[in-house]
């Protein structure tokens, strides 16, 4: 079953800067993607989360995105913390990153992150960059279960 088919999709994004926060909900909302709930920054976004994936019988995300930039460091070590209970839950985990290079990208990939998007300055790269956000969203959640 792929995430765009739940009733009560919805991806959690965790971001340390409120309008950041704000423009990428508005372009991935615009680009077709499921209700974004912004659970705060690093620290108040963590334990939102685990509070969601507390809940047996709760709604879980689809998908989470973290987007902090308080330190260079900061979506490494995001992901150190969560990314074994996220896996356990079979919930994805998308990085935004400024990617220097394939090196940085491989790191965030080896910490836990399933998928690494760039950040964008420019409108239409960030609009595009969004779309392949949907686009990894609609996906389904475990390939491995196809034709189970």
Known sequence: MS????????????????????????MLLGQGSPDVRHLGDAASG?????????????DWPD??????????????EFLARNQALLRQKGVRIAVMAQISGLQAREALLAAGATAVFCRHAELD???????????FWAQPQRPDAVGM
């Not at 790269?125 to 686009?135: G, K, L, N, Q, T």
Request: charged share 20%; no cysteine; net charge negative.
């Open 125 to 135: 790269a960030y609009r595009h960059e969004a779309a392949d956000i949907v686009s």
């Open 3 to 26: 995430a765009a088919s739940h009733d009560n999709s919805f991806i959690a994004l965790i971001d340390d800067d409120g309008h950041s926060a704000y423009l990428l909900t508005r």
């Open 63 to 76: 998908l989470v995105i973290v987007d902090l930039k308080s330190h260079s460091g900061a979506n490494l």
């Open 46 to 58: 963590e334990a939102a989360l685990l509070a969601l994936l507390a809940d047996a019988g709760g």
